[in-house]
């Protein structure tokens, strides 16, 4: 018996016994026998609280990188506020998890690929691409996950009400954007990402139509999907409108305002350089997420005009 599952065995004698396994759910690193109705649900990605925030569950445990306020009000909400931190989603506490008796856990394929078996050992896991992926993956990602927690009809229901949410978005944001070039980025004191069309805000902003300035390499790949920028390779995508969040105060861009290349970007010249909050547009994937996103583009093109 490894150390994990003795010390799940150990501090499990007070959680009720796990239900039935009923179905099989296929993931990013293969197919796993699920329960009929998991009531111990650990996530370890935030898009993972947003899809069970949107259909009203609770999970019991959350890597919330030991930061209980990064998980957002509008999360909060409706998922209440007793989760157990099981550290931060890089590296999540594998005994944490463990204490916690879960009979699901929804793992990141990017950060959690290498411990899938650990924690496959603890309960049923599967594996979703959250960090790597775009807007349009997670959307399809809540059907997999409305499965996987036994709500299959009600998080079909709310995908429906997203897209109707997002298509009134998009009828008032895409007539704003024709022509239009736009680029987010993220910055702290030490530097600057920015995020390219194939990750998840790159889609979104593609999504309501704004143009990229970002390149692919050659054959159409994009090397990175958040790439550290200096000001000269920021002044080569130059888009029309800049949206930065920034996790310091003062950042990295803050440094470059006197600078005369900075002051040349055609964003900065147009008064088009918009603050959004880094942590929802960087950090934050999902349905609720993206609608807060939507109603921050809506507001910057409203203060674009």
Known sequence: MTLIRMLAATLAFSIPALPAYAGNITHELGTTKVPDSPQRIVVLEFSFI???ASVGVAPVGVADDNKRDRVIPAYTDKIGNDWVSVGTRKAPSLELIASLAPDLIIADKKRHAAAFDQLSEIAPTIVLDSLAGDYHASVEQMAIIGDAIGKSDEMNARVEAH???????SA???PLTK??????GVTNAKG????????????????FGFDSNMMPKDGGVYEKIYVPTTLEQLSEVNPDILIFGAYTDPSFVDGLAEDSLFKNLTAVQS???FNVTAHNWSRLRGMLAAELTA???LDIMGQSE
Request: overall charge positive.
């Open 50 to 52: 947003d899809a069970l």
């Open 163 to 169: 897209k109707k949410t997002m298509a009134v978005y």
């Open 172 to 174: 008032q944001i895409t």
């Open 179 to 184: 022509g239009v070039s736009a680029q987010f």
């Open 192 to 207: 600057l990402w920015l995020h390219a069309p194939v990750s998840y805000n790159g889609s979104l902003l593609e999504m």
């Open 271 to 273: 008064g088009r350089v």
């Open 295 to 297: 109603k921050d583009i």
